[in-house]
């Protein structure tokens, strides 16, 4: 199994950054992809970005350029780096493990940017 904590959420103003952080745990060699995910009140929960653990990444057209998914092995944590944020990625952001067995998803963050 793998144990997912996250951390990093908060409220920030149009244009403002945060830095979300995945700890993960437990049977940690097993994992394949870290995704991050939102979900914003009456909408379907959608990929914001990923990496694999050969360190390709992906992300959503919506965050290009302005979103950035690492990871740091040595912590076994995954970040994401929010910046120039607007009001629409305001949502709960989750973080995703998909690994040769199973997926686990953590308890969400709430991220919150004003106008």
């Known amino acids: 199994q793998v144990q997912l904590v996250e951390s990093g959420g908060g409220l920030v103003q149009a244009g403002g950054s945060l830095r979300l952080s995945c700890a993960a745990s437990?049977?940690?060699?097993?994992?394949?992809?870290v995704g991050w995910y939102r979900q914003a009140p009456g909408k379907r929960r959608e990929l914001v970005a990923a990496i694999t653990s050969g360190g390709s990444t992906n992300y959503a057209d919506s965050v290009k350029g302005r979103f950035t998914i690492s990871r740091d092995n040595a912590k076994n944590t995954v970040y994401l780096q929010m910046n120039s944020l607007k009001p629409e990625d305001t949502a709960v952001y989750y973080c995703k493990v998909h690994t040769t067995m199973y997926d686990y998803w953590g308890q969400g963050t709430q991220v919150t940017v004003s106008s």
């Open positions: 437990g049977s940690i060699f097993s994992i394949l992809v």
